[in-house]
């Protein structure tokens, strides 16, 4: 007979949530884009289940980033938004690509948030270069999205470092901050190994992608490994608008650290 163990709901202290499947942008190495034929793309939670949810006193942030979709584009997110805010006191942290919605849409988005919840744009290079890898993103969009959501909430610019955009960052981070926001992220991609990319795919993106040689140094001796980045960039990379104390989770790098996060 097999034994099941359950974490206890007292123990939890932070939440994933992957509310819906839809996502209007197609990033070559989101799993949305790279197996299709494994995803049923347009999956939403019913806002009803959650109040089946029962959440512990103890949780602390809900992450509304999910791995499949993006949070935004679900049909009801102003009423799933609601229910959450009505039965947990937990922080929500919103993941998106931050294009398409209109100023109203955001404006009623954020009267719902508290000031203490967070939205991170994930936004990978500036005008001309953000939509190589967020292909078909907005850039009208996310610029008014973020510029509101900078007046009123915790507000993260996160990039991704990609070949395209590497020459980009200090020029994003000034653009960042003309905007009003207060946390910049850097990510390094995660996403150059098997069995996440398929074979018959890696080359041409991956080398498409990939941040130059001069940019970053190998960490492994295993050529598809983690990258490092190179000590140089590093006093630009810690970069807190605001406030010296960031956020955990985000998992932002700090001078002479080499892992950037999500
Ligand atoms: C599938 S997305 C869902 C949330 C939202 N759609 C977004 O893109 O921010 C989950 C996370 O994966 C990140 N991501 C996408 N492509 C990536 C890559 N090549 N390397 C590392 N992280 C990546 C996104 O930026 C986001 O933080
Ligand atoms: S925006 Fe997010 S969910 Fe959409 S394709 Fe890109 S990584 Fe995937």
Same mark, same amino acid.
């Given at each position: ?5 359950f ?17 209007s ?12 034929q ?7 939670m ?88 967020? %292909? ?12 509101l959501?900078?007046?009123k ?47 018959d ?9 990939r941040?130059s ?6 960490d ?15 006093? %630009?990379?810690?970069?807190?608008l ?14 002479g ?6």
């Amino acid at each position: 007979m097999s034994s099941y163990s359950f974490v206890s709901k007292d123990s939890i202290e932070y939440l994933n949530i992957e509310i819906t499947t839809r996502c209007s942008v197609k990033c070559p190495m989101c799993p949305r884009t790279v197996f299709p034929q494994f995803l049923n793309s347009k999956l939403d939670m019913p806002v009803s289940l959650v109040n089946h949810l029962n959440f512990s006193d103890n949780l602390k942030k809900i992450y509304l980033t999910g791995a499949n979709g993006d949070p935004i584009q679900h049909p009801n997110f102003h009423s799933f938004l609601r229910a959450l805010k009505n039965t947990t006191k937990a922080q929500l942290n919103i993941n998106t690509h931050g294009s398409f919605r209109s100023k109203n849409w955001w404006e009623n988005t954020l009267n719902i948030l508290s000031k203490t919840d967070h939205i991170i744009f994930s936004i990978d290079g500036l005008e001309d270069t953000n939509s190589i890898y967020r %292909v078909h993103a907005h850039w009208r969009s996310i610029e008014s999205a973020v510029k509101l959501s900078a007046q009123k909430l915790q507000t993260t610019w996160k990039f991704i470092i990609f070949k395209h955009n590497e020459h980009q960052i200090s020029k994003a981070i000034h653009l960042a901050k003309s905007w009003g926001v207060a946390y910049f992220s850097l990510k390094r991609s995660d996403r150059w190994s098997e069995p996440y990319w398929p074979k018959d795919n890696v080359s041409d993106w991956m080398e498409h992608l990939r941040p130059s040689e001069d940019f970053v140094t190998k960490d492994y001796k295993d050529v598809e490994g983690p990258y490092s980045l190179k000590r140089k960039f590093n006093s %630009v990379f810690n970069i807190n608008l605001r406030t010296d104390s960031l956020p955990l989770y985000m998992q932002q790098m700090k001078v002479g650290e080499t892992q950037v996060g999500n």
